[in-house]
């Protein structure tokens, strides 16, 4: 750098501004160089249309869907949650009725379904 401007000081008046101009020109012939070199660069993948343009296409309703669903009142303090499927369903999960708050409703970490004591229910041991 230093050597540059050493040399650039050495040179003509003239040949100064004309170097300066030069200077002042690169970095908008450099990025018009690279935009035009985005702009050819193409893969066979951007040519091609999938069906799968927006992801997020896709709306689940699954929350609206279990909120439809009553919740199950049980009478111990233990609900035990198969999935409803059999072998569809998920692996058992027993969920504790009464550690948060005594008749509040707990829900299944695999389907959503919604579990609580039935009132005057003090869960049985």
Same mark, same amino acid.
């Not at 012939?29 to 997020?56: C, G, K, M, V």
């Given at each position: 750098?230093?050597?540059?401007?050493?040399?650039?000081?050495?040179? @003509? #008046?003239? =040949?100064? $501004?004309?170097? %300066?101009?030069? +200077? *002042? &020109?690169? @970095? #908008?012939? =450099?990025? $018009?160089?690279? %935009?035009?070199? +985005? *702009? &050819?660069?193409?893969?066979?993948?951007? $040519?091609?249309?999938?069906?799968?343009?927006?992801?997020?296409?896709?709306?689940?309703? $699954?929350?609206?869907?279990?909120?439809?669903?009553?919740?199950?009142?049980?009478?111990?303090?233990?609900?035990?949650?198969?999935?409803?499927?059999?072998?569809?369903?998920?692996?058992?999960?027993?969920?504790?009725?009464?550690?948060?708050?005594?008749?509040?409703?707990?829900?299944?970490?695999?389907?959503?379904?919604?579990?609580?004591?039935?009132?005057?229910?003090?869960?049985?041991?």
């Amino acid at each position: 750098m230093a050597v540059c401007a050493l040399q650039e000081l050495m040179l @003509p #008046a003239g =040949a100064r $501004a004309a170097a %300066a101009a030069a +200077r *002042a &020109s690169r @970095p #908008a012939a =450099a990025s $018009a160089l690279r %935009a035009t070199q +985005r *702009a &050819s660069f193409t893969t066979i993948h951007d $040519a091609t249309p999938t069906p799968f343009e927006d992801i997020n296409l896709h709306r689940s309703d $699954a929350e609206q869907r279990i909120a439809q669903v009553p919740v199950v009142e049980v009478a111990s303090n233990v609900a035990v949650c198969d999935g409803g499927g059999g072998a569809l369903g998920h692996p058992l999960e027993y969920i504790q009725l009464d550690t948060v708050k005594h008749h509040s409703v707990q829900t299944c970490k695999y389907c959503g379904l919604r579990y609580k004591m039935k009132a005057g229910s003090h869960g049985h041991h």
